[in-house]
C-alpha cells in the first residue's frame, strides 16, 4: 500500500519540474477541487493496495495452506493501513507548504512519525487496559480510527495551504 502511495510523492515531482501549479490554478476549478482530486487519488491508490493485499491472501487461503489458515492477519492490515493513511496525512500539507525539493526527507520524518503514533497509541491504551499488545487488533483499530481523523484534519490544512499559496 504505502509503495502505491509513493506514486502520488512521484506526480507531485513531475507537477513541480513541469510547472503545473501555476497552469493548474488557471483554470475555471476552484482550488479545494484540485486538493479534492489529490486526496480521492490517495483513497484510490490505498484501497487499490488493500484489494491488491486481499487478494494474495485469498490466493494463499484457497491454497489449502494450513499454516496459514491459523493466522490473524488483522494486525498486519491495520498496521498497514495506519501506515499509509497517516504518512500521506502529514506529506502532503508538508510538500504543499514547503516544495517537492525536500519531499524525500519528509516522506521518511512521516513514516517515522506514523510508526510513533502507533507507539504513543499502544502507550495509551495501555495506561487503561492491561496488557496490551502492540500488535492487538484494538492498538490496530484505534491507530486507524487516529489516522482517519489525521486524514481528514491534512485534507483541511491542504486546502487552507493551497488556497494562501503564491504561485
Known sequence: ???????????????????????????PVQRKTVIRSKYLSFITLIVTGAVFSGVTTLISFLRDNAAFR?????????????????TIAIVYPAVLKFGVEKSEMMIFVAAGSSIVIRIVVWALLGMFRENVNFNSSEVGIASLAVAVVMFAGSYLLSVRIHKNKQF
Not at 509513493?6 to 490554478?25: G, H, R
Not at 491459523?70 to 493513511?85: I, K, R
Open 1 to 27: 500500500m504505502r509503495g502505491l502511495l509513493l506514486n502520488n510523492y512521484y506526480s507531485l515531482q513531475v507537477d513541480e519540474a513541469s510547472k503545473w501549479s501555476k497552469l493548474e490554478i488557471t483554470f
Open 70 to 86: 491459523s493466522l490473524d492477519l488483522s494486525p498486519g492490515y491495520t498496521l498497514g493501513f495506519s501506515l499509509s493513511v497517516s
